[in-house]
């Protein structure tokens, strides 16, 4: 067969066509042939694989050659060789720092408070997987060409994201909102702040792309925050206290009856409050107008502006009760004054601006009117009566301390249901008002002079005796300290004023009628009658029941302040004792409306004179009974 011939044999064979006739010699040919490619093929593979095998057992447990991690050879080694040798070779991956910016907060994490390491167990099996995949060829390439393993690292994550959350916590900050406070006699703002917050993730994935990169010894991130604004801004808070200051920083004026009242800035900043109820709105801020002050002064303007109604009462001409005139009165309705106030400074506080209150005067009528008196005056009787005699001299100003009262009392009306007080309706007692030195008692002792308004108790015992035969409800009574005969026994009526002491008479007009009362003196006589129209009340007193008595006595005392012989006498002899008096009042149907039991505790006070020392007395200060004196003989 020629060339031509096998080539075109070998092509039919290739092409997969089967020649109906092939020649012996070429199929013999072609047998040989393939037969040698597989010997050679089979004898290839064996050696190979015996290479591999004896490689392989030739680095059994060791990275193969020509491997590098991090750039640093370690081929031939075994795995704790060749962690020795990196970390031997490599730098330090726990030794640096990541500095954590938060905004202008600054914080450093260490590397090695994260656990910062390389991450060995995957770079070395990395390594050793190079060349191991099973393949001879990756063998041989390995051996030709070697291989590489970068670095990669590693950390404590839970460590990591603890000290970011601890940073961020340190760096966030709360809003801050408007406050209002109080600053002398007004209200000022704080301003509000805003807040800020880090995002935790963001700061995390940024902490974590800084550590994992090896080339960086010392990282830095930083996180801008995100600004958080105040539940109350500063502007809300000071419109609350703009609508304060337009409500109280001008004067206000109030007028009536051609009268006025400016209220200046001053007193209205006490008149207003601020009420927090700690919400997060401008509207936990009531703005509170207290009425009390606002009251005070509505008072005092309606002193100035008020008439007060005067009723009808009686007075005598030539003996007879006529009648005085009632006469209205005119007042200011005080709670709607206070809310026409609290009402204006409201609408200051809104924009407006009313700077003047007007306020309108109520016609006030009498409570006793002039028809009603002289629908009485017929009746008008004498329901009491009482007069006290008296030694005018030096005890009460020769008389001019009863006198005083008397004539200051004379011609009082006194309205049904109102309280008579005799310090009140006779006071002052100053000169001024009329009043002299006289004697008292103080202390259970006679004080003879020096006592401004002294022995007008006469005054007030007969008018208490005059009220209490009229029947009339009795509300204050006190004893002498001892007894003054004068007075009916358990029936005196004491007056005491002094530092912080207050002794009065006093009584209630009981009765549906109003009373006149009329103090009359003459020398050494003082009477007091109480008129009016009778009810039909009757008075009945018990005799007085006395107990404890105890006898006093009469000394002499020797001094040296008197010319010798003269005598002075320095205290009254009184006998002490107890009284109870009890009236008896009962109304026109004989039922009980007054029962009152009057106690009386007298004391006793000896009696004392001073006697000025002759030649041959008892030194000074010597007291002797006044029975054991004996006169000197005169020749």
């Known amino acids: 067969m020629t060339q031509a011939e096998a080539d075109s044999a070998i092509a039919v064979v290739d092409a997969g066509q089967v020649p109906s006739v092939i020649s012996e010699r070429a199929r013999r040919e072609w047998r040989r042939g393939l037969l040698a490619f597989a010997i050679t093929t089979v004898g290839f593979v064996l050696l190979v694989g015996a290479f591999a095998v004896a490689y392989d057992s030739l680095h059994a447990g060791r990275i193969l050659p020509g491997v590098e991690v991090a750039a640093v050879p370690v081929g031939g080694l075994d795995r704790a060789q060749a962690e020795a040798h990196l970390r031997g070779a490599l730098p330090d991956p726990s030794a640096g720092r990541l500095a954590v910016h938060f905004g202008d907060s600054v914080e450093t994490i260490s590397y090695a408070e994260i656990g910062r390491d390389y991450d060995m167990a995957w770079m070395l099996g990395q390594a050793f997987s190079i060349g ?11 051996l030709n060409h070697g291989g590489s393993v970068p670095v990669a690292i590693t950390w404590d994550k839970d460590a990591l994201i603890a000290r970011m959350q601890a940073i961020a916590n340190e760096a966030d900050a709360d809003p801050v909102d408007a406050g209002i406070a109080r600053e002398g006699a007004g209200y000022v703002v704080t301003p509000a702040l805003a807040g800020r917050n880090f995002d935790r993730g963001a700061a995390y994935l940024a902490a974590v792309g800084a550590i994992s990169d090896p080339t960086l010894h010392t ?39 051609g009268k006025a009242m400016s209220i200046p800035a001053s007193v209205l900043r006490g008149w207003i409050r601020l009420t927090d109820s700690g919400g997060a709105a401008a509207d936990r801020w009531s703005i509170v107008i207290e009425p009390a002050p606002i009251a005070q002064v509505v008072s005092e303007f309606k002193e100035e502006v008020d008439i007060a109604a005067v009723n009808a009462s009686y ?19 005080a709670e709607a004054t206070i809310a026409a106030i609290v009402g204006a400074l409201k609408a200051r506080a809104e924009g407006s601006s009313p700077q003047t209150i007007n306020l309108s005067l109520a016609t006030v009528a009498p409570e006793f009117t002039t028809t009603q008196a002289q629908g009485l005056v017929a009746r008008i009787d004498r329901l009491g009566r009482w ?28 309205a049904p249901g109102e309280m008579f007080d005799f310090i009140d309706a006779a006071g002052p007692f100053t000169r001024r008002n009329g009043y002299d030195d006289g004697a008292a008692i103080r202390n259970g002792r006679t004080i003879f002079d020096g006592v401004l308004g002294g022995g007008l108790c006469s005054a007030s015992t007969t008018l208490f005796n005059a009220a209490a035969r009229a029947g009339f409800q009795i509300d204050r009574r006190h004893n002498h300290a001892y007894y003054i005969g004068r007075y009916p026994v358990g029936l005196d009526a004491t007056i005491w004023e002094y530092g912080g002491t207050r002794k009065t008479m006093a009584f209630t007009n009981d009765s549906e009628y109003p009373i006149l009362i009329r103090g009359l003196y003459a020398h050494g006589r003082v009477t007091f009658e109480i008129w009016g129209v009778p009810d039909g009340r009757t008075v009945d007193f018990s005799k007085p029941r006395i107990e404890r008595e105890r006898e006093a006595t009469t000394n002499i005392r020797y001094t040296d302040e008197l010319a010798p012989g003269e005598f002075k006498r320095v205290e009254f002899k009184v006998d002490g004792f107890d009284s109870w008096v009890t009236r008896t009042v ?50």
């Open 132 to 142: 191991r995949d099973g393949w001879v060829v990756e063998e041989l390439r390995t």
């Open 219 to 257: 990282a830095t991130i930083s996180i801008d925050p995100t600004a958080v604004p105040a539940g109350i801004g500063t502007a809300a808070a000071q419109a609350v206290v703009d609508r304060i200051e337009n409500a109280v920083g001008a004067a206000v004026v109030i007028a009536a009856d």
């Open 315 to 333: 007075t005598f001409q030539a003996g007879e009760a006529v009648v005085v005139p009632a006469a209205n009165g005119q007042a200011i309705d």
């Open 387 to 414: 007069t006290t005699r008296f030694d005018p001299g030096p005890l009460n100003a020769n008389g001019v301390n009863i006198k005083v009262p008397a004539k200051q009392i004379n011609g009082t009306v006194v």
């Open 586 to 635: 009962r109304n026109a149907q004989g039922v009980i409306i007054h029962e009152n039991t009057w106690f009386s505790d007298y004391r006793k006070v000896d009696g004392m004179y001073e006697l000025g020392r002759s030649p041959g007395d008892p030194r000074a200060g010597t007291v002797i009974p006044a029975a054991d004196f004996v006169p000197p003989e005169v020749d």
